[in-house]
Each structure stands twice: as C-alpha cells, then as structure tokens.
C-alpha cells in the first residue's frame, strides 16, 4: 500500500556551464528517512553544487520499498531545483542482491517525447535511502554536467 508521493521545492538555480549543463557535479550531502507513525515517510535528500545547497522532499505511506522510490524522487527533486528544469522522469528502482551485495539499480528517461533512458547502479555501502540517492546521481551526474553535443 503505497500513497501518492508529496513533493516540495524551492525554486532556485545554480550557474550553468559555457555551453550547457552545470558547472561542476550534485554531491549527495544527506539522504534520510524519517517514520511517523502509520507507515508514513518522509525522504529528504541534500545536494551541494559549488557553494550552493539544494533539498528534495518526498513524502508517502508504505513500508521498506517506498524509502527507494522516495529517495530517488526526493533526488530527482533536487536535481531539478539545481538545473532549473524538470529533466528527468523516474521509471523505476529496484534493490537486487548479487554477488554477495545489495545493489540499486534506478531508470530514469527524459522527461520530453523522444525520451532517451538513463541507468544508475550504486552497492548499499550504508542505508538504502542513500544507496537510492546515489543510484539516481551516477544516472545523471555525467548528463547534466557534460557540454551540449
């Protein structure tokens, strides 16, 4: 049983590139779950770029698994907020296990018509909320700091 997810944002930017993108990579800061009772959770993932910070907030009702789609909205949140645009749409996240270790893997695609898709792959290291995080960030890390082609 999972809610609809609630989401909040500053509207703010970062300074972009010469020619496109941002100037330097989103580093993951915080990724944390907050429970209250009832199943409801809370995400709230932290990004820093240069000097700058940047929140995603995700809120909705459910056990375990909806920390992982939480988190990586909460992300994608943040990621927007810093290059000023609704980029990125997520597909999906999965928590898999193999080779002895817990792994996300995360989609996302392009929030426009020809959409391409975009994989990120993190091992759990500590949490999985920010396992999430860091699945969504190695799928857009290098697209949203690379120049235009």
């Known amino acids: 049983m999972t809610g609809k997810p609630k989401k909040t944002e500053t509207k703010t930017s970062v300074e972009r590139g010469p020619v496109h ?6 580093v993951l800061t915080v990724a944390e779950a907050m429970r209250a009772p009832g199943s409801r959770v809370e995400v709230c993932v932290t990004l820093r770029v240069g000097r700058q910070r940047f929140e995603g907030l995700s809120a909705g009702v459910g056990l375990e698994l909806i920390e992982l789609r939480l988190a990586a909205e909460a992300t994608l949140g943040a990621i927007h907020q810093a290059i000023g645009t609704e980029r990125f749409v997520l597909v999906g996240i999965k928590r898999l296990h193999a080779f002895d270790a817990d792994v996300i893997l ?9 959409a391409r898709r975009y994989i990120g792959a993190v091992p759990v290291r500590s949490t ?7 699945a969504v960030l190695d799928a857009t890390n290098r697209i949203i700091t690379a120049p235009a082609s």
Do not use: F, K, N, W
């Open 21 to 26: 993108g941002l100037v330097s990579r989103p």
């Open 106 to 114: 995360v989609a996302l695609r392009d929030h426009d018509d020809h």
């Open 128 to 134: 999985i909320v920010h396992g999430a995080a860091a």
